[in-house]
């Protein structure tokens, strides 16, 4: 969709005829339902026009009452549908109005802005996102100021939707208004709040694991995790994913460490103190190493990765099965082929020999009863 005017001819080239007359009267053979019907009844047309390849048929309304876009849009659809029902041709309805003096600017907006919301929506989703969230107040009686949240697509479109306004004041309403763009804060995103604090929560289990191993508080083991890799900021919306990671595989690595020292000092106690200790030693070592490794494993989780490897391999393995039966099929349609062919010649050539000698024959007869 695209915003069009009454005012505007958006082609330069156009075959247009002039006329005042009702909407019923141009189209008297169009069935709206009771509502919309009641309400185009005053409504009158002013102009209707096409282009050279008959691709859009635009109608020039006049109105002095406010009509709903939603009432603009079915029309159309039903425009469309009925009286044009295999033409490939869009239909628009362009209205233009005359309001009476009640209507200022700020009843103007109130009473227009769920046509403005439909229309922005078939227009551009971001446009529409904008506006939803917009707050309107008024100055003066001729300016308008349109506070939005402050974000990147806001003040990429920013532009764009002034003069949406500005041609939608003056152009349909006949109204001269100065709108302008003001921003405020964005509003915190609850959803992201709830990531944060849900990958927090499981940082902070496998710190305690770690902690565990090595004799050193949850708390502290997070600390010093996050205390290398640098802080969150989230006044600039970065929510410290990457530094709680790096706190990760930093603990992790620590208490693989720790695990592989104790395994150590386990076993030199089993050469010095006999069968008895060094079981028990050997028993502990095992555990801190496992639960050691385990964390690392954890905190390098992304780095290395051989089941994805050999899930690759499989499937280039399967893709090149694929490819050689793929082959095999085709060799066996063209070998068939070729059989046919073969054995299709054979029999024509027999069926040819045949009528040939056939003639021969009844030639011969011929010449003797001659």
């Known amino acids: 969709m695209e915003f069009e005017f009454a005012v505007n001819t958006a082609d330069g080239i156009g075959i247009g005829v002039h006329m005042t007359k009702s909407f019923f009267e141009v189209f008297p053979s169009l069935k709206l339902n009771q509502s919309v019907s009641a309400r ?3 409504v009158s047309v002013e102009r209707v026009s096409t282009t050279r390849s008959k691709d859009t048929l635009r109608v020039y309304l006049y109105s002095e009452r406010l009509l709903q876009k939603e009432d603009i849009f079915y029309a159309e659809q039903e425009i469309k549908k009925q009286l044009f029902p295999r033409a490939d041709m869009r239909v628009r309805l362009l209205e233009r109005y005359v309001l009476s003096a009640q209507y200022d600017l700020k009843k103007l907006i109130d009473a227009y802005y769920d046509s403005l919301l439909l229309e922005l929506r078939a227009y551009d989703h971001v446009l529409f996102s904008m506006m939803k969230k917009a707050r309107f107040t008024y100055p003066s009686e001729h300016e308008l100021v349109v506070e939005v949240e ?6 990429g479109k920013e532009q764009e939707l002034l003069g949406i306004m500005d041609r939608i004041l003056q152009n349909r309403f006949s109204m001269h208004a100065e709108a302008r763009i003001v921003y405020r804060e964005a509003a ?7 990531d944060e604090e849900q990958l927090r929560r499981k940082v902070m289990d496998i710190v305690s694991r770690a902690g565990a ?9 997070y600390a010093d995790g996050t205390e290398g890799s640098g802080s969150t900021d989230t006044s600039k919306g970065i929510s410290g994913t990457e530094s709680v990671l790096q706190g990760e595989a930093g603990a992790g690595r620590e208490a693989f460490l720790q695990g592989s020292e104790i395994g150590r000092n386990a076993s030199l106690q089993r050469s010095e103190n006999g069968k008895g200790t060094s079981l028990q030693g050997d028993t502990t070592g095992k555990e801190a190493y496992i639960a050691g490794n385990a964390d690392g494993r954890e905190g390098a989780a992304g780095q290395n990765q051989p089941q994805s490897a050999v899930r690759k391999r499989g499937s280039i393995a399967k893709r090149r099965r ?3 039966n793929i082959t095999k099929r085709r060799e066996k349609r063209r070998e068939s082929v070729k059989r046919r062919t073969r054995s299709g010649i054979f029999r024509r050539t027999k069926r040819l020999r045949k009528r040939r000698l056939f003639q021969r024959r009844l030639w011969k007869g011929e010449q003797r009863v001659g």
């Open 188 to 194: 915190a995103d609850k959803h992201r709040k709830e």
């Open 322 to 324: 694929k490819r050689r």
């Open 150 to 155: 402050d974000t990147v697509l806001a003040r």
């Open 40 to 42: 185009f009844e005053p």
């Open 213 to 221: 191993v090595s004799g050193v508080s949850a708390d502290e083991a």
